[in-house]
């Protein structure tokens, strides 16, 4: 089996990819160094993740008003 060029592929791609063929390591770094060179990203503490559902519906809310 040819392997795709992940690199090309966009991260919805990646995640469906992976979805598929789950134990491809290759494509999970690769998806993984894309998101990690996404700008603006937010890391949650342990403590945060508790509270998960509420950043997410703050985050819509904020979003719906934009």
């Known amino acids: 089996m040819t392997k ?17 063929y789950r134990n491809d390591t290759e494509a999970f770094h690769a998806l993984m160094d894309k998101i990690t ?3 603006n990203q937010t890391f949650y503490t342990v403590e945060e993740v508790g509270k ?5 519906e703050d985050r819509r809310r904020l979003q719906g008003n934009a």
């Open 4 to 20: 795709p060029d992940f690199a090309a592929m966009s991260k919805s791609e990646l995640k469906a990819y992976l979805l598929k």
């Open 37 to 39: 060179s996404e700008p």
């Open 52 to 56: 998960l559902q509420e950043i997410i």
